[in-house]
């Protein structure tokens, strides 16, 4: 799960794929490095350990205006520079998005030949593998290491003396761009937004060899194969802060608009995916993180509104576990971007077993698009900062629009549970200014650790806020059924803990009130985020009431989110962290 790109053209190759590799940092800040084709057919490599800015000194020693780069996050080997791609076997250069899962015993045949190794990366094997398979033509070299390959990958690599760039995908996505005299590849469409005129999605097994005459596409057995080309319609994505010290803050101001462009998007969509649940009787959400914690409000709409059976699974949990599935089941596939690999093989899986697949998602044209019958666009923009806060709101909303619909047109359904979605924009807003989540942040940067509670949707937005929480201010939390934290996780309170309870449900204000009752008789600290009065008024200078603006209790966690995604910011940066960067972590989840 990294980023790679390449360029052919007739401009400095070495700035094109660092403006690539800024725009891929966000599947991977471990290291990054990218090799040049000089005029006169040499590679030249500079590969760093840390985030892509790092390379940029080095750049201007390498020129050409062929290359590749990749950003890394670090599957096989540690972050380092030795680690780091690309990987250089013979006179061959190669970038790979990824994993080899058979590449111990693929290692150990090279050793045996004598190959030596210089890192403790898979990816390594590949260039080895390649170097050895060249007998003149990169593509048949290419054509012929894949054979051995298990896995997945996404693979660029270019050769001295040959002014060209090979490409081969499996289970790893890969797209072309077309541009005037020049042509990339890259991870993904963001990736070439602005970049070009026209794009190309690679398919399974596909391989491509771009020369300055232009690509062409094989499949395995090196016959040329055509794939469709469409215009590349993606938005630039801007790096821009805006002002805002964090992407994180940026894009934490950008959810009311986030919301309502959900909502419009919505309705191009709605008439098909009307159709495609026709006779549907069970609906199960996957996704992973925090796309998976949006599953889980979004299984409560379908519950409520339509009062259809409705599940909802981590993707990794739902690919193994034998999945009961119909024809008449749909899977909702809910994922940012698209590529988290269990999300997507989660998709596959469902749509394989007869069931009609729904991507829910904020990139178009990703791999998840091209497995669902139909997706339903969270139109949040691009997201730039790891953590999510505005695609999470926006799948949220999507997933509340296609519950309403759904009980709509089904016999069973109470869409009188529903409230408008009509003025969540402007209460988004008002959260935003409002809720005020300073002292609790101070609260939590000097705790031990930080417990989540909620009962039913609020419990859904606990665990989101406690993922967030730790993601970005590395300080333990959990997220907790209210009821159930008596049953164990009480022994962990004492006065270095919090206890945060979200309050959005009348109905069971009283109920999560005694769950704080019980954190403060044990000497812990507690807060409660509530628009409910009663709650204010009952625990009111024992535990710190956060307050925010009413609204109904199936909108709520769009309040509730905001708050806890103020907090998680709040505290990361109380704590001095980059919250646009945690360690050890990546946007796109491509591996397994
Ligand atoms: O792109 P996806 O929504 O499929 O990503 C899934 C998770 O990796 C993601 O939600 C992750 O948990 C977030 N970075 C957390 O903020």
Known sequence: MCGIIGYLGKK???????????????????????????????????????????LKPYLKDIAGATGIGHTR??????????NAHPHVAGGIALVHNGIIENYAELKSALEACGETFLSETDSEVIAKLLSKNFK??????????????????????????????????????????????????????????GKCKEI??????????????????????????????????????????????HYMLKELHEIPVAVENTAKAFEGVSAKLKSALNGVDRIILVGCGTAYHAGLAGKRYFEQFARVPAECDTAGEFRYKNPVITER??????????????????????????????????????????????TVPVSAGPEICVAATKSYIGQITALYLCAVGFAKNGSNGNCAFADGLEAMPKLCKKTLAQVNTYSLANMCALSSGVYFL??????????????????????????YPAGELKHGTLALIDENAVAVALIFDETLAGKTVCAVEQVLSRGGKAAVITNVESVKKALSGRALVLETCACGKFLSPLVS????????????????????????????????
């Open 329 to 374: 089941t749909a899977v909702f596939a809910v994922s940012q971007s698209g590529e988290t690999a269990d999300t997507v093989e989660a998709a596959r899986l469902a749509r394989g077993l007869g069931a009609k697949v729904i991507a829910v998602t904020n990139v178009l044209n990703s791999a998840l698009t091209r497995i669902a019958d139909v």
């Open 200 to 245: 190309c999605v690679l398919d399974d097994g596909d391989i491509a060899c771009i020369t300055p005459d232009g690509i062409e596409i094989y499949n395995g057995n090196l016959q040329r194969i055509i794939r469709e080309k469409k215009p590349n319609t993606g938005a630039e994505q801007s790096l821009d802060l805006g002002g805002y010290p």
């Open 136 to 193: 003149g033509d990169l593509i048949c070299a290419l054509a012929e290491t894949v054979k051995v390959l298990k896995g997945s990958y996404a693979l660029m690599a270019i050769c001295e003396g040959n002014n060209s760039i090979a490409v081969a995908k499996y289970r790893s996505s890969v797209i072309l761009g077309y541009g005037e005299n020049e042509y990339f590849c890259a991870s993904d469409e963001p990736a070439l937004a």
């Open 73 to 82: 996050w670090a599957t096989h080997g540690k972050p380092s520079d030795a």
């Open 454 to 479: 909620g009962r039913d949707i609020d419990y859904a937005v606990a665990l989101e806020g406690s993922l967030k929480l730790k993601e970005v201010s590395y300080i333990h939390s959990e997220g």
């Open 12 to 54: 400095n190759a070495a700035d094109e794929v660092f403006c690539g590799l800024q725009r891929l940092e966000y599947r991977g800040y471990d290291s990054a490095g990218a090799a040049v084709l000089s005029a006169d057919g040499k590679i030249s490599v500079v590969k760093k350990q840390g985030r892509v800015d790092n």
């Open 561 to 592: 989110a905001i708050a806890v995604q103020k907090l998680a910011y709040e505290t990361a940066v109380i704590l001095g962290r980059d919250p646009d960067k945690p360690r050890n972590l990546a946007k796109s989840v491509t591996v397994e």
